[in-house]
């Protein structure tokens, strides 16, 4: 009997795809970073408080992905951002032709950094490569800091960790070094910002390394 691997087919198929999105954006010069996170971790607050800080630095575009509604590309674009929602159709991932399509429907001609807010997702998304030059993970402390052990793909393929909403870990059993340290051990070369959107805490930082990322 004849055994066909559709998901190793499928995932072939869409890294090249991402190899040459990839290829594409940085010879126009326009860096493409891919958010990730379980739905409520604060990703369009974040992105929201991100854009904000840096749009008279940096010409920022923003595809916000989503099963259905286009209420965060609305949000995105009440901060000063070029941004278009996009519908995958009830897929819980963007793969890198979804990504593309959306590209030039953004049109990046005249920005610098463009974010994919990802679909809220701590598993397929990780699986994914959806041509971005950087993925980054966000983890809010009221979710937990044991999320490393139970999705460990998704820490060890990000470039970058955002621990959000550190402006309420005093209310929460969330021990910080602990969950660095399991992250560490995933992915020794992450880089990690403990961030609170709310109160501005390592937004610095953080934006410190988007502008160091820009081509």
């Known amino acids: 009997m004849k055994v066909v691997e559709l998901h190793k087919s499928v995932t072939e198929s869409n890294d ?7 290829k594409e954006l940085k010879e126009r010069k326009v860096c493409l970073v891919n958010l990730m996170s379980s739905p409520g971790a604060g990703k369009t607050t974040l992105l929201a408080k991100t ?7 940096l010409k920022i575009g923003v595809i916000e992905a989503d099963i259905a509604s286009d209420v965060d590309a609305i949000k995105i674009s009440n901060q000063g951002a070029k941004s278009i ?12 032709g979804m ?15 463009v974010f994919l807010e990802n679909v809220g997702n ?28 139970k999705y460990p793909l998704m820490f060890e393929r990000a470039d970058a960790l955002l621990l959000t909403k550190m402006d309420t870990i005093k209310f929460f059993n969330f021990d910080l070094e602990k969950c660095i340290d399991q992250v560490k051990k995933l992915n020794p070369n992450i880089n990690i910002f403990p961030v ?8 610095d930082k953080w934006e410190a390394y988007l502008k160091s990322t820009i081509f």
């Open 51 to 57: 854009v904000t800080d840096l749009k008279d630095q």
């Open 85 to 96: 929602q996009v519908h995958t159709d009830g897929m819980c991932h963007m793969d890198a």
């Open 16 to 22: 090249r795809d991402a190899n040459d999105l990839r």
């Open 196 to 203: 609170s959107a709310k109160t501005g805490e390592g937004m």
């Open 99 to 113: 990504t593309k399509r959306g590209v030039d429907e953004l049109g990046v001609d005249e920005l610098d950094l």
């Open 122 to 149: 701590l598993i397929c998304p990780a699986e994914f490569d959806t041509g971005a030059h950087k993925n980054v993970m966000i983890l809010s402390v009221p979710e937990g800091d044991d999320k490393p052990l």
